[in-house]
């Protein structure tokens, strides 16, 4: 039967077969949140890139859509954004009530051009522009992935656009319709930043400003003010974790929300596991932005995956328990100690501001107080928050049968939280 297979996750975005890679054009339109992404329908592995497409009102149960976007004789569909056209800047919309759902995305061809699709059905229909590209190619490169926003201090379109490996940069564009652009400025992410950029605004908790924030693959990102073309950094960092060259990647956060939040999901990069479908997506979560430092909190809807009361443990080294799939709060000590979650060991030391585990070695908080911790369990996957959002790891393991969680070294825990969770496939 479909998606019961016993290596698919059972609470992480999975398409029913093939490969699915990088999130593409999320956004909520009229009721709906569209889960556009990378996707290979004929094979478990990377290949010919298509736009898959999955619809929700929940942001945890998805249903999945026929296939939006197909290669065609110009290139393959390569990684984009959706945007809602309220204004009809574009002229494609026909009836005001339903504005053009805009998409632009990457036609990976000889050369690497920025192309645009438009729905005028909310999604079902998608249709590609007759005027293509909109953005030609700028220098050469395997340019690639754009990211668009609406910028209200000067009444136009940003895109972030990578220039490719080859240069290793990002372009910043500019546009008053949606259809003509120009490059305005050229600028780097450190620590190694590439491809995928993703390019918002968003309010500082601490004072109200709001600020511009670019993000790109691996979780680095940028935060300041977009002034004259040009992106004035104020703020640099890393907001989510990686595991080598798995873990999250690649994300995106969604376009015209109907509140003020920050919403994100990344590909969640993992083994192929099976011979029907691989990869999947990691839980939604939140960012907020706290003096200039972006957050991660898991999105209130994960809720949703609560499937019955929560157990309380307190002093205890070792917590045993029926079931696979489970929601974990703890508290680690201000000095070090080994943890094992379902066979994955990690190492936590809050003093000294790391966490180890077999995929490597990760900064924490410098913190004089311990720490708390929330984690998810799946299937094939841990995804580890810090409580008051300073760090994010999604962690493809291997589960092995031993005890939800143990402390062979430096416990017991003051107290865990066990809440048993449910399948998001129906």
Known sequence: MAYQEPERQQFHFSSRKGWLNDPNGLCFYQGTYHLFYQHNPAAVHWGPMHWGHATGTDLIHWQEQPIALYPDESGTMFSG?????????????????????LFFYTCAGKPFTQNLAYSLDGGRTVVKYARNPVVPNLHGGEERDPSVAFDPASGTWRMALYLGDERGDFALLESADLLNW??????????????????????????????????????????????????????????????????????????????????????????????????????????????GELRVHPAAETRLLRAGEAQQFRDVSTVNADGELWELEFETPLHGVMLNIAGTDLWIDSAAGVLRCNA??????????????????????????????????????????????????????????????????R
């Open 81 to 101: 954004c959706a945007v809602v056209d309220e204004q009809n800047l574009t002229g494609l919309g026909v009836d005001p009530a339903s504005p053009p759902l």
């Open 182 to 291: 120009r490059e305005t400025a050229l600028f780097r992410i450190p620590n190694g930043g590439r491809e995928c950029p993703e390019l918002f605004q968003i309010a500082d908790e601490t004072d109200g400003k709001l600020r511009w924030a670019i993000l790109e693959a691996n979780g680095n990102y940028l935060v300041g003010d977009i002034a004259d073309g040009r992106f004035q950094v104020e703020h640099t960092g890393i907001f989510m974790h990686r595991s080598g060259l798995k873990g999250g990647y690649a994300g995106q956060t969604f376009k015209n929300l109907p509140d003020d939040r920050r919403l994100y999901i990344a590909w969640q990069q993992d083994y192929i596991r099976g011979d029907a479908f691989s990869q999947s997506m990691t839980l939604p979560v939140e960012l907020k932005l706290v003096g």
């Open 360 to 425: 490597g070695e990760y900064p924490l908080p410098h913190t004089e107080k311990p720490l708390r911790w929330r984690a998810w369990l799946d299937r094939n996957t841990l995804e580890l928050f810090e409580s008051e959002g300073r760090f994010w790891l999604p962690l493809p393991i291997q589960r092995r049968p031993e005890p939800v969680i143990s402390v062979p070294q430096g416990g017991p825990l003051a107290a865990v939280t066990l809440r048993p969770l449910q399948t998001i496939w």
